[in-house]
């Protein structure tokens, strides 16, 4: 017995010196931070794969160009798939999604009682109008004619025109004729949201992006955000910016509920959505499913991550 409790003893010595050894040598490294989503099975979300499979078909028969595909249901990401050399960490450029970040801009501003949807173009950006005042319906351009597109402009202003002007882009914009009655002709175009991106930039003294992020967007936490800007300094509303996939996923979620985010508004209060019918839903009805072929196959060059990745149906 004294030589078991003899035993014991040493065996509880050495214990307490390794414990000792190893704290000693102990660094603590706070917890790290991921930017994803959370993942989801395909299957626990009663997900059929094989119309992921189609649609990789399709993509691969038709030579269509595809960089990334990333789908999420309930907020929870189900597939991702990048065709080499994208990766889930290349940031892309979004071209026109860009005009989605200038409209929030603009929302979170009307939300905060900086602007309203009436408010006219030249009484916040007074200083561009010429020395013989507005043009012909140029101060009946109001915010909401820069939104939908209807403020009374004869074409379209592309980013490709603009970017390598190395002057004032808003100078350019007030020079421009307003023809239309605005409110009553619809011309797409690429100089709204900047003129729009200009008044938001005006009334907080941030721009655009600085404001959207002081706002809560900061907290979506995007991996590789960028907001190009114009010569002088103001995010070009019509196109620039550059994020993930999964960020602009995120940026999806995020309206799809309504401006909520983890079950809360990321800003200090949700902006209220405007009253009336609300719009009929769009209904399809897709076919049966008919793979012909597995992942591999599909997409030879690109990599895809799903959790439970189901083996492709026997052909």
């Avoid at 799809?256 to 719009?279: F, H, Y």
Wanted: aromatic share 10%; proline share 9%; net charge negative.
């Amino acid at each position: 017995m004294k030589k078991l409790l003899s035993l014991l003893l040493v065996l509880c010595l050495l214990v307490s010196l390794s414990f000792t050894a190893l704290a000693s040598n102990y660094t603590y490294t706070e917890p790290s931070k991921t930017n994803k989503l959370p993942r989801a099975s395909m299957a626990e979300k009663g997900i059929n794969s094989d119309y992921i499979f189609n649609l990789l078909e399709a993509y691969a028969r038709q030579n269509i160009e595809v960089h990334a595909i990333d789908i999420a249901v309930d907020g929870e990401v189900v597939f991702d798939c990048y065709w080499a050399p994208y990766d889930e960490d290349t940031p892309h450029i979004v071209h026109s999604l860009t005009k989605l970040f200038a409209n929030s801009a603009v929302a979170c501003a009307i939300s905060d009682g900086l602007l309203t949807l009436d408010t006219r173009m030249i009484d916040i950006l007074p200083e561009f109008v010429g020395e013989e005042g507005p043009l012909e319906n140029q101060d009946k351009v109001t915010v909401r004619n820069l939104l939908n597109m209807t403020a009374g402009y004869g074409r379209m202003i592309s980013g490709s025109e603009w970017r390598p002007l190395k002057t004032s882009w808003l100078e350019a914009f007030f020079a421009e004729p307003v023809p239309y009655e605005p409110g009553t002709h619809y011309q797409y175009s690429s100089g709204n949201p900047y003129a729009t991106s200009a008044m938001v930039q005006k009334v907080t003294g941030m721009t655009a992006e600085d404001y959207l992020m002081s706002k809560g967007f900061s907290k979506l936490n995007f991996a590789n955000f960028t907001w190009q800007k114009s010569p002088e300094g103001i995010c070009s509303g019509g196109n620039g910016v550059k994020c993930t996939a999964e960020d602009m996923l995120k940026v999806g979620i995020l309206f799809l509920n309504k401006g909520m985010w983890n079950g809360e508004p990321p800003r200090d209060r949700a902006i209220t959505p405007p009253t009336g019918a609300a719009p009929k839903p769009i209904r399809c009805t897709m076919p049966p499913a008919a793979p012909t072929a597995s992942p591999s196959s599909s997409c030879p060059s690109s990599t895809w991550s799903s959790p439970s990745w189901p083996a492709p149906p026997a052909t």
